[in-house]
Structure formats: C-alpha cells, structure tokens
C-alpha cells in the first residue's frame, strides 16, 4: 500500500542535498574541531559554515548561534535562564520542553488560549506580567497543534521597552515560514534541524550578542564556552545544508502551494464529515497544519485505522507508554477530554502531492466508518 | 483499499510477555494480517517483573511486534479497567467476598472491548495467549482446556461471549508452555526468558490487602472479632478485607486445633472461624452464568465443577431453575467454597460454562 506522510509537523524526511553533505562528511572529516592539526581545522571549518547558514536563515550573527542537541534542549536552557531573572510570562500552548522548565520556576504568568487557540490582547497580558514582576518572556512563534502563528513581535516591543528578556520558540516557524530575530525584536530562540529537513539530534538556540547566560554544559570551551562537548559535526553539517536550502527556498511561493493542498484537503474532509472541526485560526497560521476534530469519533482507534490504511498523522502526544494523550494544547482551548481525543493533526510538507491529498480524502470514508463501528462492541 | 469487506485482518493482545510474543510470531509465520495491540490498564509503572502492562512490558511487545513487522499499537483502557476491575475488585472484599479480577478483565475487557476495537480496526478476530482450545466439531464451536494441564486456563475463560466464538483464537492452547518458551528462543524474541507474571497484576509494591485498605474508605476498615460457630470470641482483627473464606495462615489466632476463615460477616464484622470440617459445602448457588454450550442450559445435568483456578474439578450435579437460578450439588463435600470466586462446568475438556459463587453455606 502506498503510504502517505502527513506529520511534518512531527518531523521532515531528510533533504537529499543534506544526507548527502552528512555522508561526505562523515566520511572525509575525521578530525575533531577542537584539534589545531589539519584534519582539526577542516572539521572546525565545516561545524563554523554549517553556524553561518543557521544565522543567516534567521538573520543573526554567527557568533550568536550556539549549536545544542535540538530544540528541546535550546528551550531548557532558555527558560531556565530567564528563569534566574525573575517571573516568567509565558502561554498555556507551549511545548513541554517549554512548559516542563517553567514548571520547575517560582513564578509564571501563564496567559490561556481562547476557543482557536488565540491569545488574549497582548496590552492586557503585558500589564498583568508587570504587576507579577515579570522579567522574561517566552512565547512560541507557531503552535504545532494548530499552527496559529502568535504574536511574537509585539510580545518583544513591550517587553523590550521594560528591560524583560525575550525567549521565542520558533521551532515550527522556521523553514515554513520567514523568521528573523531582528524583525521579531527577541533575545532569544529555538530552532531544530529535523523540523526544517535536517538530520534528527541537533538544533540551534540564538542568544543575542551580549548576553550572558550560564553555561549549559561545562567541562570544554567549544561553543564559545557555552556549551562542552566534541561537536556532532555530520549533524550539524546536515543542518547547515538544510538552512541553507531554507534560505534560498521561495518559501511564500512554497506556502501558498502548501495553504492550497491544505484548502483542498479541508474542503474534501468537509465533504465526507459535515459535522467535522476545523480547530485554530486560518491566520496568522502556518500554510501547512489543519487540525480537525471528528465529533463522536474515537480518537485513539481513528489514529489506528488511518495508519493500517496508510495515513501518518498525529493526535496529540503519545504518554510514556505510548498510549494516546490529547493534546494540552486542544485541552487548554477548551475542548473536553473526550472530545479532545478525537483531534487529529495532519501537517503538509514540500514533498506533499495533490495526488497524496486525493489519496487521503479516498482513504478516509472507509477509515471514520470503520472507526465508528467501535461503538457496536 | 477493499472498503468494509472483511480480510483476514487480526488483532493480537500483546501483554508484552513471552505468551503473547509467540502467540503473534505463529500468526505472522502463518501468514496472517496481524495488527499487535496493547492494552494499557493502569496509570503508574508497577514493577515489570511480577505483572504485565507496566510501560516495559509495552516496550517489550513493542520490540516483538517491530520484530515481527506487525503494527503495534496501545490501547488506553486505563479508566474502562478502573471501573470495571479494580473497582470490582475492591466491592467484593468490601462485601467480605473473594474476587476474580482475571476473569472480570477477561469478560469486560479483553473480551468486549477490545474485541470490539478489533472488529472498528477492520479485524476478523482476536487472538490472545492464553493456553486453551476454540475448536469446532459436532457442527458447534467449543472452548476447550489447552492441553498443557500445568497452564490450561480455559477456567478464566468460561466467561467468552458464545456467539464470538468463532472470531477468537488461542494458538498456544495445543502447546505446552516449554514449547512455547523454546519456539520463543527460536525465534529470538526479546521476551523468551521473561518470568511468568503470577501476582494480581495491578498490585504493585504492595500485598492486595494493602492495595484494598487504600482503597476502602476510613469508616469501612474496622476492627472486629474472630468468632466460633457457638459465639466464643477467640480474638481481634483489624479489618475483614484482609480475609478470605478457607484462608488459615496469618490469622494470629492460638487455639487448640487449626482454625480455618469458615464466613465474613459484614453485618457485623465477625470473621467466624473453625476446624477445617466446618469448610466442608455440599452445595451452593451460581449466579450471573454464562454458558457456552448451549444457548439455554439444561434444566438438569452432570457436570464436573471447578471452583478454583487451582482446585481439581469434581463431580456435581447442577440444576437450572427458573430465571436462571443455578444450584450445584457436589458427589463428595467440597471445602473452601469462596463467594465470589468463579465456578467452572466441565465436560471433559469442554468448557460448558460458569458464573459466580453465591451463598455456599446456604
């Protein structure tokens, strides 16, 4: 059965271009960056323009990206350091990798999304974060659940002009949408690799010229000092060559193909389920991600019989024993725990087809039929 | 894509013990469309090596089904095992009577939920590990013991809804459990030297007496008095949950001859006790039967009557009255006849169906 791929929101296949800059450099880099011999130098060489095409995806000076091992860990590090500064302004629809850190902090302002996953008025948020103390803010530039592009700009303008410090989670932004820390206003953001066609384990966090934050892994002076540790140079050599082929993609061209595929397949869900719910704004979204909640339908199962009929999507998170949890962010929108569970998320990609799409909407009246038979046993 | 037409779909309960791996490697080996599926019965992690279903032994059938190149999936049944297991559980020691927890995830679980889920994920059966036989002869569908005699556990299964009987499949029943340990070692699945899970699965760190006091309110947890059949007090205990009729050892009573849990009274609070004879039942009540043989039993018939998982089934006769009313009328007395627990009708090897102990003194 020909399968079909519609999790890029999960993760992205790996750019041919970059498996094949990972395979030479696995093969023809043995040396270790830190070493001053040749095989050093030419390894160093390739870690430091892998770091210029990561900053120069998100307009930022090389010397401002420390490499980490993804997004998860650049998140940790961020708002822990905010963290030390006082209350933190954050939101309900981070990522766990935000929300478990802030967690562990005194203070935190948490603002809740409305009924499409939207923020209330960022004035209104600003004031209630002052009169908490608040010193940073971190706000994620695109939620991964619905796509809703959130206001991350004038989150910075207003804390800026107080001193707070700016941490954006732009882990679903990049390679989708433009992203530049300057237009943006933050001091700080998060990237990783396999969101953007990159290899898996590796990402970036940009820290602002100037900035002091702690060390996140002591006992060596690579990443400026900041972070320790043999730098995992075919990793980072891959994502280097994926920035770069983000950098130079038309990427509102890609966009609108994307947004088209995504119409297209809403309509046709439409079409087959009446009752069917689009969660999350049409914009500010992403182009690529369209959350839909099947009313009456048993998530879980639904999950199932979309993958033995081929279709790879996502419904909320998977607990450590790999059964299905809604997800917090369609939880914190309101949406009750059962009905939650009957979300699913599908995420387009560059290699999606129109032939893929059709594919799916063939697919999917024989999969909610099925689904629904549960409810005779 | 076949639409709604029914292939040779399955799904496989994988508890992520070496049962239900071999299980799943003789129906991928026989060519089957196997769809693995745990399920997950409980929130905390108890300690893998005493039960199935802790988050390692889902890893566990998720390395075999990777291994196998099935899909694998878990089922979240953690609130459908609360309120139909766990909190049957704690009701019946709650009423001073002895529960099957097996036989009640069995008949509300495996055995309806997830047979429906198998059926909503397009499958045409459900297969499990379990060491008994689904055989068709005489134009009819039977459940059988498996043949390992040491393992059979047709006992648990009395409870199988009849007419789903064709759409469930035992494949280790004909085998002995070395067989299927060596069929796991010849396969090289991950689980072929994991232990027998043996205690109550979802009790963990544990005794099952402490996982029920947790779970009784305050007020239900009362001292009381162990008692003789002529109303001598022959000491204290600390609560009746902790009993269970013929139970000898832990009593901490000093008395002249062994004495033996004979009846909790929850009226009251008494644990009544005596000599082992006292256990000795002629006959009792079955209630909420299910058969397997028949549509509708006989009004009358003989029958072999186990009445523990362990216990040697023994001759009995067994009367069907009106509405359903089953009254077992043993050859030879029987002892520790536990409300609560399951009695079991045989015939030969053939399951012929089974319910609840009720009232064995009556």
């Known amino acids: 059965m020909r399968r079909v791929y519609l999790d890029y929101n999960a993760t992205t296949p790996l750019a041919p271009e970059a498996a094949a800059a990972m395979i030479d450099a696995l093969r023809d880099l043995p040396g270790n960056p830190s070493s001053i011999h040749r095989e050093g130098q030419r390894a160093r060489a390739a870690v430091e323009q892998a770091r210029r095409r990561v900053a120069e995806l998100i307009g930022a000076d090389f010397t401002e990206i420390v490499l980490t091992s993804g997004a998860s860990e650049a998140n940790n590090i961020a708002v822990a350091a905010l963290g030390e500064r006082g209350p933190l302004l954050t939101t309900a629809i981070e990522h766990p990798s935000v929300l478990a850190p802030a967690q562990r902090l005194a203070e935190v302002v948490r603002a809740q999304p409305g009924p499409h996953g939207e923020l209330p008025e960022v004035p209104a948020l600003i004031a209630q974060a002052e009169a908490a103390g608040v010193r940073g803010v971190s706000v994620m530039l695109a939620n991964n659940e619905t796509g809703n592009v959130l206001p991350v700009a004038q989150f910075a303008r207003a804390a800026r002009e107080r001193g707070w410090w700016v941490h954006c989670d732009a882990t679903q932004a990049v390679g989708k949408i433009p992203v530049d820390v300057e237009a943006l206003g933050v001091d700080l953001l998060s990237l990783s690799s396999h969101k953007l066609y990159g290899p898996k384990g590796v990402g970036a966090l940009y820290v602002r010229a100037g900035l002091e934050l702690p060390p996140m892994i002591v006992g060596g002076h690579q990443e400026r000092g900041r972070r320790a540790g043999t730098e995992n140079v075919a990793a980072i050599v891959g994502m280097g060559e994926a920035a770069r082929i983000s950098a130079q993609l038309d990427l509102a061209a890609e966009a609108a193909r994307q947004q088209e595929l995504r119409e297209a397949l809403w309509a046709g869900i439409q079409a087959i389920e009446p009752g069917a719910h689009r969660q999350g704004l049409t914009d500010p979204a992403l182009p690529n991600t369209l959350n839909v909640r099947f009313p009456g339908v048993d998530g879980e199962t639904l999950l199932m019989n979309l993958d033995l009929e081929g279709i790879a999507v996502s419904a909320g998170s998977a607990c450590s024993a790999g059964s299905l949890e809604p997800s917090h962010v369609i939880l914190a929108m309101g949406v009750p725990y059962d009905e939650a569970r009957g979300s699913v998320r599908f995420s387009l990609g560059r290699p999606t087809t129109e032939e893929e799409i059709q594919l799916v909407l063939k697919r999917l009246p024989v999969v909610l039929e099925r689904t629904r038979s549960l409810a005779w046993g | ?362």
């Open chain 2, 1 to 362: 894509m076949t639409g709604l037409e029914i292939g040779d779909r399955g799904v496989v309960a994988m508890s992520g013990g070496v049962d239900s791996s071999v299980t799943a490697a003789l129906l991928v080996k026989e060519g089957h469309d196997v769809v693995a599926v745990s399920m997950r019965l409980y929130e905390t992690a108890p300690r893998s090596d005493r039960s199935c279903c802790s988050p390692d032994d889902l890893f566990d059938a998720r390395s075999v089904a990777a291994m196998l190149d099935v899909p694998f999936y878990v089922a979240n049944y953690v609130d459908a095992f609360r309120e139909r297991v766990i909190d049957y559980f704690v009701d019946e020691y709650r009423r001073g009577r002895t529960p099957n927890p097996c036989v009640a995830c069995n008949n509300h679980l495996k055995f309806d939920v997830l047979l429906g889920r198998a059926r909503a994920l397009g499958g045409s059966w459900l297969a499990t590990g379990h060491y008994a036989r689904v055989v068709h002869e005489d134009g009819r569908w039977k459940l059988m013991r498996g043949v390992d005699a040491n393992k059979n556990q047709s006992y648990f299964l009395y409870g199988l809804p009849r007419a789903e009987l064709p759409r469930i499949r035992f494949p280790l029943g004909g085998l002995t459990k070395d067989e299927v340990r060596d069929m796991a070692a010849a396969h090289d699945l991950p689980t072929a030297q994991k232990k027998e899970s043996q205690e109550i699965c979802f009790v963990t760190g544990s005794s099952y007496k402490e996982f029920v006091r947790e779970r009784l309110e305050r007020d239900e947890v009362k001292p009381g008095r162990f008692v003789l059949e002529d109303g001598t007090v022959v000491g204290q205990h600390e609560g009746l949950h902790q009993f269970t009729v013929g139970q000898r050892r832990g009593l901490g009573i000093a008395w002249s001859e062994p004495l033996y849990v004979l009846e909790l009274r929850t009226d009251v609070g008494d644990v009544l006790v005596g000599p082992r004879r006292g256990l000795e039942t002629r006959s009792f009540q079955v209630d909420r039967c299910n058969w397997l043989r028949w549509e509708e039993p006989p009004a009358l018939f003989e029958s072999l009557v186990q009445i523990r998982y362990r216990a040697k089934p023994v001759p009995a006769q067994v009367t069907v009255g009106q509405g359903g009313a089953v009254h077992v009328e043993f050859e030879t007395p029987q002892y520790a006849v536990a409300p609560g627990q399951v009695a079991v009708f045989y015939h030969g090897d053939e399951v012929l169906g089974g319910g609840f102990i009720e009232s064995p003194r009556a």
